[in-house]
């Protein structure tokens, strides 16, 4: 009876995991904040640099779009697109392979790596505001007679 209790249990488990495994497909719909002055080429810059930082390849990029791909270990493949505007960007699911996408959910690896593209954007952005406002400073300083 303990071997059976045990299997069953081992098996319980197993089960869990499994479906721990799917979540549901997560699309980011990010407004910039207003603090952060952008245009549509540095979202361009933010979008791409951030991409390939995240070993993502680029595949096109168009002034309203930027789609890409990756390929984890040869065995997980994902697709997406990004349309963007000035203080706007979406990162939209396109197609993938070995992630099990069904239903609207997908592996939990998908949805961690398109966080982490989320977060990466906006930390570019907010880093090139940082970059635009000091370069401003340091001209303006310069400028002044002592």
């Not at 995240?54 to 595949?59: A, I, L």
């Amino acid at each position: 009876m303990p071997y059976l209790l045990r299997a069953t249990l081992i098996a319980l488990a197993l089960l869990s995991t499994v479906s721990c495994s799917s979540k549901r497909l997560l699309t980011p719909d990010r407004s910039v904040p207003v603090s952060i002055q952008t245009d549509r080429a540095s979202m361009q810059h933010a979008i791409v640099k951030t991409l390939v930082a995240r070993q993502w390849t680029v595949q096109k990029i168009t002034p309203q779009l930027v789609q890409a791909h990756i390929t984890v270990r040869g065995q997980y493949h994902a697709e997406i697109d990004i349309p963007y505007s000035a203080d706007h960007y979406r990162i939209q699911y396109r197609d993938s392979s070995g992630l099990d996408y069904k239903d609207g959910k997908i592996h939990k690896n998908y949805i961690r790596w398109v966080r982490l593209l989320d977060k990466g954007i906006l930390r570019e952005l907010k880093d090139h505001q940082n970059e635009q406002t000091a370069q401003q400073l340091s001209q303006s300083a310069l400028a002044k007679p002592q």
